[in-house]
T-cell receptor
């Protein structure tokens, strides 16, 4: 069973389109994230959610709208896609609010979604 | 200001030799965590090792060890007996944030720019 699964793995779309990326975690973690990795491989946080409540929104354009229907799912919807949105988007999860066991500080990442806007 | 600094954009090592990847960090928090992740060419992010700021001993996981020097704010990754499969991008990251009174938390990982390690046969 994949711990953090995100779909699709690849997404090629035209400028101006709207697209969504889905993420699900089966680890029982209470916090989920979206990270963006640019063409220079730099990883930067976009959003974080605690138990489906938005906590971090790091100066991301309004065209990006995350949605968390429950604490195991975090989706990312992008409106009016631009060339500069081309990147790899990673979903991740962690246990932050309640420590299940000592040392459980792991952040588990999905396999990434490579978005190419043409 | 950059919070995680990896000064080596690229490193080369011979197979079976040890290699050290540098990482320095900047924080005023007393409690924080440091991570290393490996990203092979296939793209996934693989957790390697974790060091808590209060951990007195350096973390070790198999061939990976973390040389934690708190006063210098450095958390270098040491890979012993390099293998060809170790060729990848390596990221140092710091967990920072806090628990809010409302019961939430704003913890997140902040990453360095990475070091591309190439293991030569």
């Amino acid at each position: 069973d994949t711990a953090v699964s995100q779909t699709p793995k690849y997404l090629v779309t035209q400028m101006g389109n709207d697209k969504s990326i889905k993420c699900e975690q089966n680890l029982g973690h209470d916090t989920m994230y979206w990270y963006k990795q640019d063409s220079k491989k730099f990883l930067k946080i976009m959003f974080s959610y605690n138990n489906k409540e938005l906590i971090i929104n790091e100066t991301v354009p309004n065209r990006f709208s995350p949605k968390s229907p429950d604490k195991a799912h975090l989706n990312l919807h992008i409106n009016s896609l631009e060339l500069g949105d081309s990147a790899v988007y990673f979903c991740a999860s962690s246990q932050e609010l309640v420590r299940a066991r000592r040392g459980d500080y792991g952040y588990t990442f999905g396999s990434g979604t490579r978005l190419t806007v043409v | 200001a950059q919070k995680i600094t990896q000064t080596q954009p690229g490193m080369f090592v011979q197979e079976k030799e040890a290699v050290t990847l540098d990482c320095t960090y900047d924080t005023s928090d007393q409690s924080y965590g440091l991570f290393w992740y490996k990203q092979p060419s296939s793209g996934e992010m693989i957790f390697l090792i974790y060091q808590g700021s209060y951990d007195e001993q350096n973390a070790t996981e198999g061939r990976y060890s973390l040389n934690f020097q708190k006063a210098r704010k450095s958390a270098n990754l040491v890979i012993s007996a390099s293998q060809l499969g170790d060729s990848a991008m390596y990221f140092c990251a710091m967990r920072e944030g806090s628990l809010a009174g409302s019961g939430g938390s704003n913890y997140k990982l902040t990453f360095g720019k990475g070091t591309l390690l190439t293991v030569n046969p």
